[in-house]
């Protein structure tokens, strides 16, 4: 007899095979932003009211692992409608703007969009959602050692209660195809973390990595995130289901739920009516303009990486590239300057989006930060360091306030 796992294998193996002729429209986008909230004094705050609130309006939000964070996501749109997303986004900002005095009874409580909470208090037990899935993570946690960043320790359950992250799905035509977008999506992932670290002030303090999210998360998940640990690119998405199959169960014995909680950089998720690929190495960006310029880039590359069979950059080096942008930014190094790698990625990027007919709206974006060799996350700590006056709370609060305007009126940092 079969076990559990062992079976759905072979019915997932069925199911692609059944599908290999599949034709999807390629590059449907939606996405997930995940964000978190803090009052005046710079303290964490139950997202529940917000949720309520929001509940059964146009726009689709949820709970977190954290009782201060909440989920916003978008339905998947076609690849030339992408425009639509900015107003999606702008919208959703409008309207949480209204929702947030409505649910606090007019009290000032601020959404924060930077990858990691500013606060310290969320370091501090009952944090956590109390909701079954969360619970039984926390409990798998709280065995787990402490995480230490800069000689801070943090408990390991904790983490997740003040990490945020953007997630982008691209659903492939078919499952070869969805297995190849994962394979080239590898080669830019230490890139998008150069660009769009947004995480440096996390828990009361400013940080020396470059994206301070990533290092705690993959010390907090016990290698449960991180880079795929696959051996070897995929041949299809057969490889992909073995490879979910190979890692240890830590708090489920169903696939589609190993196959949700594996939090890498990038993922396959088989749908009963579609293929597609999450990224979630990106810090949630503070604008709508900043988000768009990421679907660009990786909708762009992709589009003519795969077109034109681009040769796939061996996995150790990734690896490498991906730890060094971690640490460094853009002074990170593995075999090549991280700078002329985003570059030529970029320009890769644009040329695919007019092979699609797609107009480059939003890419500008990334180009400013390539240029001034910068990043939302150190724009943040340069205002920790200018604003900072001995009070935590109050230079936080200052700080998210400056963000909170720029992400209401949709001015990308730069």
Request: aromatic share 10%; with cysteine.
């Amino acid at each position: 007899m079969l076990g559990i796992l062992e079976k759905q294998r072979q019915e997932l193996r069925d199911k692609v095979h059944r599908d290999s002729d599949k034709i999807d429209e390629t590059f449907k986008v939606g996405v997930e932003i995940e964000g978190c909230l803090l009052d005046k004094n710079g303290h964490p705050v139950d997202a529940e009211p917000l949720i309520k609130e929001l509940e059964g309006s146009t726009c689709e939000i949820d709970y977190e692992y954290g009782r201060s964070q909440f989920e916003f996501k978008t339905l998947p749109v076609g690849m030339d409608n992408l425009e639509y997303l900015n107003i999606v986004f702008e919208q959703f900002i409008e309207n949480l703007d209204k929702s947030l005095k409505r649910a606090y009874n007019g009290n000032e409580v601020i959404p924060v969009f930077l990858g990691g909470n500013p606060s310290p208090e969320i370091m501090k037990e009952g944090w956590i959602t109390d909701k079954p899935r969360y619970n039984k993570l926390a409990s798998w946690q709280n065995k787990l050692p402490d995480v230490e960043i800069d000689g801070n320790k943090f408990g390991a359950a904790h983490v997740a209660t003040a990490i945020q992250g953007f997630h982008l799905h691209l659903q492939g035509k078919n499952p070869q195809n969805t297995a190849t977008m994962f394979n080239h999506i590898l080669n830019i992932l230490p890139s998008a973390i150069v660009l769009g670290a947004n995480s440096r002030l996390f828990a009361g303090r400013v940080y020396s990595l470059h994206e301070p999210r990533i290092h705690l998360y993959d010390q907090s998940e016990q290698q449960n995130s991180g880079f795929p640990a696959i051996p070897r690119y995929l041949e299809g998405i057969e490889n992909y289901i073995d490879y979910i199959l190979s890692r240890e169960q830590n708090i489920t014995k169903d696939y589609f739920t190993l196959e949700k909680e594996r939090h890498d950089d990038a993922r396959i998720r088989i749908g009963p009516d579609s293929y597609r690929v999450e990224t979630r190495i990106m810090s949630v960006q503070p604008t709508s303009k900043s988000l768009m310029a990421m679907a660009e880039f990786f909708i762009g590359y992709l589009s003519r990486a795969i077109h034109e069979e681009r040769e796939l950059r061996p996995l150790s080096t990734l690896r490498e590239e991906r730890t060094a942008s971690v640490q460094y930014g853009f002074s990170a190094k593995s075999h090549f300057n991280m700078t002329d790698i985003i570059r030529s990625q970029l320009d890769f990027a644009r040329k695919g989006l007019y092979d699609l007919g797609i107009n480059v709206g939003f890419l500008n974006i990334l180009d400013k930060r390539l240029e001034n060799r910068t990043s939302p996350g150190e724009y943040v700590a340069r205002m920790w360091s200018e604003k900072f006056n001995g009070s935590v709370c109050e230079t936080i609060y200052e700080i998210i306030s400056d963000i909170w305007q720029k992400t209401r009126e949709n001015q990308p940092i730069t």
